[in-house]
């Protein structure tokens, strides 16, 4: 096992930590992703001096935090993946916190993050969740546990927000890791602009499912661009634009239909992070633009999903009218999201979507 993030990066950037839960009782294993990644279980050492949890902050609805990693420790990386221990107890950075995690949250993660994988959504995957043989209070007592996550990196928008409070160097070093390790070795204004196109995409992937984060704060948005932290989120049942899966957001900040604008809100807080850097290559008109031109390169990917979800191959002018004038048959009715589409696939559609299918224009169009 390596530890690119370790060996590459300033100790600003880390804390060392030895986890104190760890795995007692396998719950599940993803026999097969260990397979691809030829790691034995076994192998993997709970006490070594590399082991860190990640320093970052973030803001979080809207408001600017120092954070960390409170409840997880890096191992380090297998193949480029980094492996990360999540339920694995107190840290620097665990601001009060217990560090623990519940079973239920673990299993959650880890059947969600496979659910998006299949779903061909860019995701972080689990490699097994673990009783740890301690109790866990939260409003009841509960069994802890552990899941170890993997991801291309655990590096964060609200990283960048971190390295920013620390100095313009400490940006330029964390910028040059993140280029290099992913983004083969881009300038930061062409890895801003990586970062928009394919937040793009993945927020139109997201969207396609029904799939509600419930905390997008940039703090759990991945400099990867792939969906991180499954914390309360859900595939939505009944479609309704505003629909909200988080106790905690009273005013639906991220609810269903406000993704899109989330992203590029906390794209626009990513530019601001590296502002200084980006100033030495780009003006600040040129920045303005990758973060508007977020909103076209949304709509067109989002177009793109629905069209393949309603089996139309090439579109045609106003054809993406359909889309919408299904969402509001759905809406009005009251109608399953996943379930509609599945039946639609199948021909057995209910009622309410006769007109849109035999009489109205896709009807028409498949003719076509």
Request: glycine share 8%.
């Amino acid at each position: 096992m390596n530890h690119e993030y370790l060996n590459e990066l300033s100790s600003l950037f880390y804390s060392r930590v030895k986890p104190t839960e760890r795995p007692k009782e396998y719950v599940k294993i993803n026999e097969k992703l260990l397979s691809e990644l030829d790691l034995n279980l076994d192998e993997i050492d709970y006490d070594s001096d590399e082991i860190i949890a990640m320093a970052y902050s973030g803001h979080q609805f809207g408001y600017f935090t120092r954070l960390g990693d409170g409840r997880a420790a890096l191992l380090g990386d297998i193949d480029g993946l980094e492996l990360h221990l999540k339920g694995s107890g107190k840290t620097p950075y665990s601001r009060g916190g217990d560090g623990k995690a519940t079973l239920g949250s673990m299993v959650r993660e880890y059947l969600i993050s496979e659910s998006m994988y299949n779903l061909n959504v860019p995701t972080t995957r689990n490699l097994f969740v673990a009783k740890t043989g301690n109790a866990v209070i939260r409003n009841k007592v509960e069994d802890g546990a552990v899941s170890l996550r993997i991801a291309k990196t655990h590096v964060r928008f609200g990283t960048f927000g971190y390295a920013s409070e620390m100095g313009k160097e400490s940006v330029k070093e964390l910028l040059n890791y993140v280029s290099n390790k992913l983004y083969d070795g881009v300038s930061p204004f062409d890895l801003l602009k990586r970062i928009s196109e394919q937040g793009a995409k993945l927020m139109a992937k997201w969207m396609s499912v029904g799939f509600i984060h419930g905390v997008m704060n940039t703090d759990n948005m991945s400099l990867a661009v792939e969906t991180i932290d499954y914390g309360p989120c859900a595939f939505m049942d009944i479609y309704n634009p505003e629909t909200v899966f988080s106790s905690i957001d009273t005013i639906g900040r991220y609810k269903y239909s406000n993704q899109p604008k989330i992203y590029q809100w906390n794209l626009a807080r990513f530019a601001e992070y590296i502002l200084d850097v980006l100033l030495e290559e780009v003006t600040k008109e040129e920045i303005e633009e990758v973060i508007s031109n977020f909103s076209k390169l949304y709509e067109e990917a989002f177009e793109r999903e629905f069209f393949n979800k309603l089996g139309i191959e090439k579109p045609e002018e106003n054809d993406h009218e359909l889309i919408y004038e299904l969402l509001n048959i759905m809406y009005m009715n009251k109608m399953d999201f996943t379930n509609t589409f599945y039946k639609l696939t199948i021909g057995e559609y209910p009622e309410e979507l006769e007109g849109f299918v035999k009489n109205g224009s896709l009807s028409a169009h498949q003719e076509n």
